[in-house]
Nanobody, 124 residues
């Protein structure tokens, strides 16, 4: 079965960096569009970034543009999110998601598979 496992979260000071990884198994990773979402306490899940199955097209939410970079390594079945210049408002549980499509997907409801999430906490 499809499994997505996030890692790399943790506690970091404002201005710091973290790199999240999402290891995928049970699927042909290169056929899947991928996305990163986050959910803070009391808030709805929101898109952070998305990437097409080839990696040729990406999307970044305005709130993270210029600070976060999504990438993927199809040979390693792994999705990444490099997060720089972190802010306290970036504190959330971060999830990766997958759907078998050539499209770039920005809406959570369009994704079929989800990881369990990894906590990112940014202190001020």
């Amino acid at each position: 079965q499809v499994q997505l496992v996030e890692s790399g979260g943790g506690l970091v000071q404002a201005g710091g960096s973290l790199r999240l990884s999402c290891a995928a198994s049970g699927l042909t990773f290169s056929n899947y569009a991928m996305g990163w979402f986050r959910q803070a306490p009391g808030k709805e899940r929101e898109i952070v970034a998305a990437i097409t199955r080839s990696g040729g097209t990406t999307y970044d939410a305005d709130s993270v543009k210029g600070r976060f970079t999504i990438s993927r390594d199809n040979a390693k079945n792994t999705l990444y999110l490099q997060m720089n210049s972190l802010k306290p408002e970036d504190t959330a549980v971060y999830y990766c998601a997958a759907r078998e499509t050539y499209q770039l997907l920005k809406v959570a409801a369009m994704y079929d598979y989800w990881g369990q999430g990894t906590q990112v906490t940014v202190s001020s």
